[in-house]
């Protein structure tokens, strides 16, 4: 396509520029029940799975309807949530913070239309555009991360085992059948951006193989100690290499000492760590971050690696599957998937659920790996 200008001149960068506006206000955008009524809500009811009404002290009442999303979508399709805005909204709708979409009536009579609209709109695969749902003890949208679509340090996709995970478990979001909600989350490599380290269950990617060194451009790419100090285990140290008849500046790495965690490769383009055969994923379940009946919790590793196995990954969704029918046959009403482990004790978790206790569950890292082994005698064979 040919150079359009936005009337920026590369010759006088500063000319003009307009910087530290922030974000619009959000008072800009809200519809007119929500402006009137804002901090007067008097309660709520979650009518049927993805529709909520909020009632006012005023007797105003504004109907939430809750859509599905695939977080990663074309300007097409943020035109047709506008479209669909326009037609029954007023023009406004809103993002939750797990990226579904919602859109609110102020009158009763306006649901029936909405919630026929967005039923009927599918991609020319099939697959439900704007499906209701997300409310209530059910299984919400997965907060997800990068993958293959973005970012360089992934040791699995997001968008992809989103989709094939989100398709196992349709029914429930569009029903409320659990005990308590199901938080799922993924990241694709250990930074865990997101909500992994916090959520009922949690997928992360993981590297099973240290990283190479390209040793000619080591000193060159990177700033060396950055990478020293980027070791979780200290398995990094600066070195002296030769190439041909070259001396260079690099980095050693203790395999024995590392346990591919990419920190390193983050900080050093020189130590690319990704593998098509070592990498896959993990399941950590039981976090959570409310403080309803218990504190927030950490989720703990239950699986220690699943193969990445494109583009449906089915052993993966096949043990989301599996922990979540047992949790929802199991818990008690409110209680949440970490509560309900906690309280029957994990080694009855790993009974009911038949995962496979390995070594790799136990915690080795510094001091406090100490307090996860159990000093006491309590325990049920
Ligand atoms: C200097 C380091 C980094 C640079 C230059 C960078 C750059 C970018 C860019 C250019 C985008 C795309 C923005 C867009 O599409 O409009 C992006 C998105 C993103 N980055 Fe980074 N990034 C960096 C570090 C990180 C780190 C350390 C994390 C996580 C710990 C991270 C997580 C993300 C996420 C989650 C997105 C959004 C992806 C999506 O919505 O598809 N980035 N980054
Ligand atoms: C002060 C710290 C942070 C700021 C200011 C910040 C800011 C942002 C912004 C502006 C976006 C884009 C929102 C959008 O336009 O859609 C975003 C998205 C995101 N951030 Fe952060 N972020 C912070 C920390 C983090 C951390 C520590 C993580 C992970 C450990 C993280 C993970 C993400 C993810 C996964 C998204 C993508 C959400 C999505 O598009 O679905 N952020 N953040
Ligand atoms: S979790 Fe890791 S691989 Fe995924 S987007 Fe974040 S930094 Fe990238
Ligand atoms: S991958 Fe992680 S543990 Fe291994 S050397 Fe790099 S920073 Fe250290």
Redesign the pocket.
């Known amino acids: 396509m040919a150079f359009i200008s936005s009337g920026y001149n590369p010759a006088k960068p500063m000319e003009g520029r307009i910087t530290d506006i922030g974000p619009r206000d959000y008072n800009d955008f809200l519809p007119p029940v929500i402006a009137k009524n804002k901090g007067k809500w008097a309660y709520h009811e979650i009518l049927e799975p993805g529709v909520l009404v909020h009632v006012a002290e005023s007797g105003d009442k504004v109907f939430t309807v809750r859509v599905g999303a695939a ?1 990663l979508m074309s300007v097409t399709h943020i035109r047709e949530i506008c479209e669909i805005a326009d037609k029954h909204c007023g023009g406004h709708l809103r993002f939750t913070t797990r ?1 579904n979409v919602e859109f609110m009536v102020d009158d009763e009579s306006k649901l029936a239309g909405l919630k026929a609209d967005l039923a009927s709109r599918k991609f020319a695969g099939g697959s439900n555009k704007f499906p209701i749902g997300g409310t209530g003890a059910g299984i919400s949208n997965i ?3 990068q993958g293959w679509v973005h970012c360089h340090t992934p040791a699995t996709d997001a968008s992809g085992p989103v989709k094939a995970i989100m398709d196992t478990v349709f029914d429930d979001f569009q029903n409320m059948r659990m005990p308590a909600p199901v938080r799922i989350a993924l990241a694709c490599c250990l ?4 909500a992994v380290h916090c959520s009922d269950i949690g997928v992360v990617g993981i590297h099973r193989k240290p990283p190479m060194i390209d040793h000619e451009w080591t000193d060159q790419l990177c700033e060396i100690p950055l990478a020293v100090a980027s070791c979780p285990t200290a398995a990094v140290r600066p070195t002296k290499v030769e190439i041909g008849d070259k001396k260079v500046n690099s980095i050693a790495i203790k395999n024995e000492r590392c346990m591919y965690c990419g920190n390193c490769y983050t900080m050093c383009p020189a130590l690319p760590i990704s593998d098509g055969e070592g990498d896959g994923l993990l399941i950590m379940v039981g976090g959570k971050v409310s403080n309803r009946i218990s504190q927030p919790m950490f989720s703990k590793v239950v699986v220690a690696y699943i193969p990445n196995e494109m583009p449906r990954w089915p052993s993966l969704t096949e043990k989301i599957k599996h922990i979540i029918e047992v949790y929802a046959a199991n818990a008690r009403k409110y209680e949440r998937l970490g509560e309900w482990a906690d309280r029957i004790g994990w080694e009855k978790f790993f009974e009911l659920t038949g995962l496979e206790f390995t070594h790799h569950l136990i915690d080795d890292f510094r001091d406090p790996a100490y307090y996860t082994w159990r000093q006491s005698t309590q325990f049920k064979f």
């Open positions: 977080r990226n907060v997800h991360t930074n865990m951006c997101g």
